[in-house]
């Protein structure tokens, strides 16, 4: 009796994740909701660029690999031209909420009908561990030797409170993988970002709060308590906008 | 005629682009070859505007008319431009309602016509780009109905086909004038 | 009577895209293509097609890269500070191999610069349409009826060859109108089986990629890519020869450039100057034979150019600098008359060549 295997929609591939990294977590979770939603077959994902820019090979489903920053509009593209298919962009901070804001923001604001998974794991991991725009105040990066200085480069962008005051978004719930039962929630959500999309109600975006253990300069475990000491209060998880349960409790 | 070169100046708004379109069209009917090419950008609101016509029995070249053999000059700062740049033994139409001087040259054939004060007059106020077409067919002896009706249906939409008769009684108005 | 009409060339262009299959348009709005944009706003809806106003010129042409990946025709058009901003997306669709059309309406640079025609995006378009190794093929419509005709051949050329063409008109061309027929037949359709489509769990994954982190490998898809575009230099160049046959002056000269330089031409002929013209209709490739050719006859060359003089450069590498080849412009908006061009053709006849 198989007690657990690797999901189908997840290539059997070793990945190039750091050990400790919480990418592997959410592919598999992203791939086990594609399992589970049968669906594999007629999706199309996008690949950003960061450390998760080869999430092209790790995935069975047929995969682009955009721009910096552009997946959201390269995923406009593709649902727009197939709408009957699945959509959906993995994207980091720096390529979510930096280069490709402007992206990111209208997407959202035409409520397009994709499912956008956003890791922040507050630093820039592929190019070696810069200041990202979800790095906290005060954290050591590359790029902020001495702490970020929010006088001097301003304060992290929280992406889920801000697309909460567009009327276009559908979801947005920002969750974490840094424990068992976070893991759970987070799957759960993933998975409503996707059915949403099949239901046609609109722009479904998933925010895991992760780690980066090699560039944060920890290890794995203790990346993990940090998310609970240090992200999750400066980046409370929760639902921040889900229309359709709005409106069902009659509250829009 | 082999070629003939036609620019319309005016301001915004006096329907020169669509004077030139109707001409345009009109030799498009008579199997001429054509071009229309019209002054864009920050000129189409309100400021100086211009379009270049040709019509010739060969190839348009540059579809640019920077020596017209006709010059219709719609305001004074469109004569002021072009007055110059017309051919020697070509023509000046100049709407002597709106412009009081006098074609200071005296190698071109000009035509003073009241376009903009005999539209008002005849309840059309906005045709008076209409009553200057007319002018033009007939001083070329170009008014054969067949290939006038057939230009208007072209250049008059569908939902403003009530103004098909207006557009002839300006003509005529013109031819008389 | 005669069956054509009277189109703007910007509106020809987007009903022969919508002729050709394209039902894709995303853009952004800029001054002197503008009416492309509103052309397909009205049409797209009507015939199941998307328009998309994008929120900028970046975001449309990725969301060109998305439709293309998909395997669909899909095009977007802007002016040339628009272009620049998309020369990220032109190299990302060389590098993963998709099929696109782009238009440039251009008008006169650099910066902001104005919003009359110009052709100084001749070097942006033929050599520098974004970082890495990689051509486009490159379009210049002299008519409204080329405008249409070569958005056709653009759309086909561009899915034989799995790369962007783009059509380099200008203001005048864009804006003028002239009688033109549309008469194309079905689309051709080309083997996208590359495309990703959902694998249906019935063939391995597709992957739309221009990422190759192993330098062998990436040089591997350059050389590959270099190879397509030889072929294209040998079997797509296109050029139009006015007046050649016993030419001793070759004004070379596109899109309006060439229309003004005819005025020219056939005023000097009347004069009994021996003068031709080459127009180039494919930028890229460039007519490099042709010009080799009439320089074993033609004393002396004339780049007639809406810019500092950068198509000039192409004819002194086609003609090995065997002639002397003199610059005809204006910039900045504005365009050369033809008496311009009849006195640099007059005092080039003049010269007999003698320099």
């Known amino acids: 009796m198989v007690v657990f295997e690797k999901p189908k929609a997840l290539a059997d591939v070793s990945m190039h994740y750091c050990p400790g990294c919480t990418h592997g977590i959410v592919h598999r979770l992203v791939a086990e909701v594609l399992d589970e939603l049968g669906i594999e077959g007629k999706t199309v994902g996008v690949a950003p660029v960061g450390c998760s820019v080869m999430a ?25 031209a197939m709408p009957d298919r699945v959509i959906f962009t993995y994207q980091g901070d720096g390529d979510l909420a930096s280069i490709g804001t402007a992206e990111t923001v209208h997407a959202a604001a035409r409520n397009e009908n994709i499912t956008i998974i956003f890791i922040n794991n507050a630093i820039y991991g592929m190019t070696g561990g810069q200041m990202a725009p979800t790095s906290l105040p005060g954290q050591v990066t590359q790029t902020s030797p001495y702490g970020r200085d929010t006088s001097h480069c301003g304060f992290p962008v929280k992406v889920c409170e801000m697309l909460s005051q567009l009327d276009g978004p559908e979801y947005l719930e920002r969750v974490a993988v840094n424990n068992v039962k976070n893991v759970k929630n987070a799957k759960k959500a993933i998975k409503k970002a996707f059915e949403n999309q099949l239901a046609g109600k609109g722009f479904s975006l998933v925010e895991v709060v992760s780690s980066c253990p090699t560039n944060w300069g920890m290890t794995p475990k ?31 | ?53 040709i019509i010739s029995d060969e190839p348009v070249g540059s579809p640019i008319v920077s020596t017209p053999d006709l010059l ?91 103004m098909l008769q207006f557009n002839l009684k300006a003509m005529e108005l013109g031819a008389d004038a | 009577m005669t069956d054509k009409v009277l189109m703007k060339g910007n509106e020809a262009l987007a009903e022969a895209a919508i002729m050709a299959g394209c039902r894709h348009y995303f853009g952004y709005p800029i001054t002197p293509q503008t009416e492309v944009a509103a052309y397909m706003a009205k049409r797209m809806p009507k015939i199941g097609g998307t328009f998309l106003q994008a929120e900028s010129e970046i975001a449309a042409i990725n969301m060109v890269y998305g439709v293309a990946s998909a395997g669909f025709r ?42 009359q025609p110009s052709q100084s995006d001749y070097f942006q378009a033929t050599k520098a349409g974004g970082h890495g190794d990689f051509r486009m093929i490159v ?65 391995p994954h597709n992957i739309v990629n221009s990422l190759f982190l192993q330098p062998d490998e990436l040089e591997k898809f350059n ?133």
Request: with cysteine.
């Open chain 3, 223 to 355: 050389f590959i890519r270099y190879e397509r575009y030889k072929q294209i230099e040998e079997n797509e160049t296109m050029y139009e020869e006015y007046m050649m046959e016993d030419a001793e002056i070759c004004v070379v000269a596109f899109g309006i450039s060439a229309r003004v330089a005819k005025n020219a031409i056939v005023q000097a002929r009347a004069e009994g100057i021996k003068v031709g013209m080459i127009r180039p209709i494919t930028l890229w490739p460039f007519p490099k034979a042709p010009m080799l050719k009439a320089s074993e006859k033609v004393h002396t060359f004339i780049s007639v150019e809406m810019s500092m003089g950068q198509m000039i450069e192409d004819i002194e590498l086609a003609i090995r600098c065997r002639r002397p080849v003199k610059l005809c412009n204006r910039v900045g908006g504005m365009i050369p008359s033809p008496d311009q061009v009849y006195a640099s053709i007059v005092e080039t006849a003049k010269e007999g060549g003698a320099q």
């Open chain 3, 74 to 115: 899909v095009m977007t058009s802007s002016s040339s500070p628009g272009i620049a901003l998309k020369s990220e997306g032109l190299s990302y669709l060389a590098g993963a191999d998709l099929p696109a059309l782009v238009i440039n309406v251009q008008r006169g640079g650099p910066g902001l610069g104005g919003i």
């Open chain 1, 56 to 80: 092209y090979n790790y995935f069975n489903c047929d995969m682009v690999e955009a721009a910096h920053g552009r997946a959201p509009a390269v995923a406009t593209g593709l649902k727009r």
């Open chain 2, 72 to 162: 219709v000059a719609m305001n004074l700062p469109s004569l002021d431009k072009y007055e110059s740049s017309v051919v020697p033994g070509g023509t000046i139409i100049v709407d002597s309602t709106l412009i009081e001087r006098k074609v200071a040259r005296d190698d071109v054939n000009v035509v003073y016509i009241p376009a903009t004060g005999l539209a008002s007059e005849n309840g059309m106020p906005t045709l008076a780009n209409m009553i200057i077409v007319g002018k033009i067919l007939k001083l070329y002896d170009e008014f054969n109905m067949e290939g006038v009706n057939a230009a208007l249906g072209k250049v008059i939409s569908a939902r403003h086909q009530d």
């Open chain 1, 222 to 252: 203790k990346a993990l308590e940090w998310i609970d000491e240090k992200m999750i209060p400066y980046y409370p998880l929760g639902v921040y906008k889900d229309r359709t349960a709005a409106k069902e409790q009659g509250g829009e």
């Open chain 3, 139 to 203: 379009l210049a419509p002299a008519s409204v009826q080329e405008m249409a005709d070569l958005t056709v051949k653009g759309f086909d050329l561009a899915d034989k060859y799995r790369m962007t063409s783009m059509i380099l008109a200008d203001g005048t061309m864009g804006q003028m109108m002239e009688p033109v027929s549309l008469n194309y037949g079905e689309p051709t359709k080309y083997d996208k089986s590359w495309a990703v489509t959902g694998t249906e769990c019935a063939r």
């Open chain 2, 1 to 53: 005629m082999s070629t003939r070169q036609i620019l319309i100046a005016g301001f915004g708004g006096q329907g020169i682009l669509f004077a030139g379109k109707f001409l345009a069209y009109k030799g498009l009917m008579e199997d001429k070859q054509v071009s229309w090419l019209p002054s864009y950008g920050p000129e189409m609101r309100g400021g100086t505007a211009s379009c270049s016509v």
